[in-house]
């Protein structure tokens, strides 16, 4: 039977890995059931993993300190109020030098951890390599919403990420508004849109990576949702189940992964499909980063 994930320190500020898990769905636009999707993913990853990750051909270090860390209560917050909950718990995190890999939640936590990283390090030298059916370059929520709920949206993240500095590539996109597209091709951004031709190489994503140190952040209605349906906003096509996991696979083996979120899973009733799934690519994450022992993410500056 699967021996699953081994939470094995009570202690986040001596952990090597922290799984921070941000429930929240307030901004959510279509279907509602992100605040539900952390619980759901650390319920596969304590339970249904197999301890051999195949993807990364490795077993778990048996020195390895995983922390589980939860923001209770945050659905309750304002968006500006979750960002800024987000932003301080990461950097304690971050300031221990734990690898962070927070589990949403609707995509605006994200924006929690990009303030957080660029509070810490030089954004210019980080690229968040996001895989998203969307693009999420909205300056805020207004032109859909009769109740916007302003820049920290969760179809603003990326936008939140390019304003801080940190360079942008966009994998699997492909449902957004004429204006994005507008933007990401006015700013120089790295764009791999899905249904246009044949899906890229896996190399070739990588090699549009202008720096080493990279923040992936997986919404999940990026990959196919054969594999991924219970999301909120889920699009026919994206990437498919092993042309993922050969992504992670040359993502982690070629350059430094400082930082990860797994987002927008929305459990629904009689099916785990997409809460395994999102598990397994937790997994393989960590595997993967063990494997290829990554060095540490030095700080830069502390803004307090």
């Known amino acids: 039977m699967p021996t699953g994930l081994k939470i094995n320190c009570s202690d986040p500020s001596a952990a090597n890995i922290v799984l921070l898990c941000a429930p929240y769905d307030r901004t959510a636009s279509y279907r509602k059931g992100t605040v539900k999707g952390p619980a759901a993913i650390v319920e596969s ?4 993993m197999e301890t051999y990750d195949r993807v990364a051909e490795s077993m778990p270090s048996p020195s390895r300190k995983v922390a589980l860390r939860e923001l209770a209560n945050l659905n309750r917050c304002s968006p500006a109020a979750m960002v800024a909950r987000v932003k301080r718990e990461y950097e304690k995190h971050i300031d221990h030098g734990a690898f962070v890999l927070m589990l949403g939640g609707e995509h605006s936590v994200s924006t929690g951890a990009f303030q957080a990283l660029a509070s810490r390090h030089d954004a210019r030298e980080i690229t968040v390599c996001q895989i998203d059916a969307h693009f999420d ?5 207004s032109d859909y919403s009769d109740a916007p709920h302003g820049i920290y949206a969760h179809c603003t993240v990326m936008r939140r990420a390019h304003e801080l500095g940190f360079k942008c590539v966009h994998v699997g996109v492909r449902a957004y508004a004429k204006e994005e597209m507008d933007f990401a091709l006015r700013n120089g951004l790295a764009v791999f849109e899905w249904g246009k031709g044949p899906a890229p190489e ?3 994503i990588v ?3 202008a720096t080493d140190r990279v923040y992936l952040s997986v919404d999940v209605d990026g990959l196919d949702p054969a594999c991924m ?5 889920p699009v026919q096509g994206g990437l498919e189940w092993y042309y993922a996991l050969d992504l992670l696979r040359e993502l982690f083996r070629r350059k430094n992964v400082i930082g990860a979120d797994v ?3 929305a459990p629904r009733p009689f ?3 997409t809460e395994y799934g999102a598990a397994q690519l937790c997994y393989t994450m960590l595997a993967l980063r063990e494997t290829h022992g990554v060095p540490p993410l030095p700080r830069m500056r502390n803004d307090g």
Not at 45 to 48: E, I, P, R, S
Not at 229 to 233: D, H, L, Q, V, W
């Open 207 to 209: 090699e549009a990576i």
């Open 137 to 141: 370059l909205r300056h805020d929520d």
């Open 45 to 48: 990853l304590k339970y249904q």
């Open 202 to 204: 896996p190399a070739a």
């Open 271 to 273: 099916d785990v499909l």
């Open 263 to 265: 987002v927008e899973v």
């Open 229 to 233: 349906p219970a999301t909120g906003t």
